[in-house]
């Protein structure tokens, strides 16, 4: 099982780059990761997801290095509604199990004026 | 969009009542999961089930069980709630494909007193 760690918390200001980092040291051949924000009271809601190299969608960009290690979620000209939990999810689930899906424990992210 | 629908947001139950929290996804997906969510515990899976009457047990199965007649519906039970099952509860589904991307509904806060 890739066991990931991610950052408690960051602080940020209103128009900055935020960056968040998941370390998965053992993560296996046909994991993906995948980013959820979620909101007090709310469920998880997808982000975005990648294998290697970088991704970008709408809303974020994710950067995965060649080891796959690691990765960041990078939110450009964060806004006070970017304020959430960041969890970052390891594992494919076609791999016949939900076991071996691994959360990291979320980076609360606050965003100052 | 994805669709997962729990059926109740809050509830408050008392200790030793059976507890039904229903949930139901309208994308046709082959996996569903029950989570529990607790402050500084992150997620944990309870029951996962890749199909109609098939189930699996999660890290936490201890005093649920769980139920899923039809491929869209997946209800997860507390024979005999107790006061540590208070918490929210995350229902979630998921393509049988490559790749992790789980689609969480809004969350059942269960208060057991």
């Known amino acids: 099982l890739a066991k990931t760690t991610q950052p408690i918390s960051m602080d940020s200001y209103e128009g900055q780059e935020v960056n968040i980092t998941c370390s998965h040291n053992?993560?296996?051949?046909?994991?993906?990761i995948t980013w959820y924000q979620q909101f007090p009271s709310q469920g998880p809601r997808f982000i975005i997801q990648?294998?290697?190299t970088k991704v970008t969608n709408e809303v974020a960009s994710l950067f995965i290095p060649a080891d796959r290690k690691s990765s960041t979620l990078s939110l450009p000209r964060v806004s006070l509604s970017d304020t959430a939990v960041y969890y970052c999810?390891?594992?494919?689930?076609?791999?016949?199990?939900?076991?071996?899906?691994?959360f990291g424990s979320g980076t609360q992210l606050t965003v100052l004026p | 969009d994805v669709k997962v629908t729990q059926s109740s947001r809050y509830l408050v139950k008392r200790t030793g009542e059976k507890v039904f929290l229903e949930c139901v996804q309208d994308m046709d997906h082959e996996n569903m999961f029950w989570y529990r969510q607790d402050p500084g515990l992150g997620l944990r899976l309870i029951y996962f089930?890749?199909?109609?009457?098939?189930?699996e047990k999660g890290d936490i199965p201890e005093g649920y069980s769980v139920s899923r007649e039809k491929k869209e519906r997946f209800s997860l039970i507390l024979e005999s709630a107790s006061t540590n099952q208070t918490s929210m509860y995350l229902c979630?589904?998921?393509?049988?494909?490559?790749?992790?991307?789980?689609?969480f509904g809004e969350g059942s806060w269960l208060t057991v007193v």
């Open positions: 990648g294998y290697k």
């Open positions: 979630a589904s998921s393509p049988l494909s490559h790749g992790n991307t789980i689609y």
């Open positions: 999810l390891v594992g494919d689930i076609s791999s016949g199990s939900a076991r071996q899906l691994t």
């Open positions: 053992n993560i296996a051949t046909n994991d993906y």
């Open positions: 089930s890749y199909d109609v009457k098939m189930k």
